[in-house]
């Protein structure tokens, strides 16, 4: 088990940061499963207890990398965020609305948040999420639950940052940001 800022909790601010893998993933599912602590700290002690699951992080380290992230965030676990610069495909309500619809028009973003449809996770106890990561698509699942899919993933080409290549592989981590929260069970396994 993994248990991110078991700390005393004190008026100093606490800096933001990740545990990330060296190696990239592709074709694979993560799995994981969370459950928040009670201790939050400056400069978020009143807000949502809050962390996340970032995957096809690439470029340098950095406080956000080029990745996308599946929210872990009371009451948006599941939500996607485009981090510096992604472009991801995938349907929402409407154009002034970037929460996903099954049935909704095409859209295309390349930063900020996709909100999933609705609240699946636990406050109080273990939860699961998983990222679906197949090439240049991606799905999140929250406790046995789609809440998420997108397609069509790019990231500017670091040879010439005009074109955009394939965003389909790419370092994992698990984040703080602020509030404690313990991990358990995280596995990687191969899409057949």
């Not at 545990?19 to 599912?29: D, G, K, P, V």
């Not at 928040?36 to 996340?52: L, N, T, V």
């Not at 485009?82 to 995938?90: A, E, K, L, M, R």
């Not at 670091?158 to 929260?181: F, H, N, V």
Request: aromatic share 10%.
């Amino acid at each position: 088990m993994i248990h991110v800022l078991d700390l005393p909790v004190t008026t100093e601010k606490q800096e933001f940061g990740y545990l990330a893998t060296n190696q990239e993933f592709s074709h694979c599912r993560i799995h994981a499963e969370f459950k928040w602590g009670i201790k939050r700290f400056p400069p978020r002690e009143e807000a949502k207890r809050d962390s996340g699951l970032l995957y096809y992080f690439v470029g340098p380290d950095k406080i956000w990398p080029r990745s996308l992230e599946c929210q872990i965030q009371e009451t948006d676990v599941g939500d996607l965020w485009i981090i510096d610069g992604s472009t991801i495909t995938t349907k929402i309500e409407m154009p002034d609305l970037p929460m996903y619809a099954l049935s909704g028009p095409l859209h295309t973003q390349n930063r900020g948040r996709i909100i999933k449809f609705e609240d699946f996770e636990n406050r109080n106890a273990w939860n699961m999420v998983e990222v679906i990561m197949d090439g240049d698509r991606i799905t999140h699942v929250v406790n046995g639950t789609v809440v998420m899919p997108a397609w069509d993933l790019k990231q500017p080409d670091p040879k010439d940052p005009s074109k955009t290549i394939p965003l389909d592989r790419g370092r994992l981590m698990l984040q703080a940001e602020g509030a404690e929260i313990w991990f358990r069970n995280v596995q990687v396994k191969t899409l057949p």
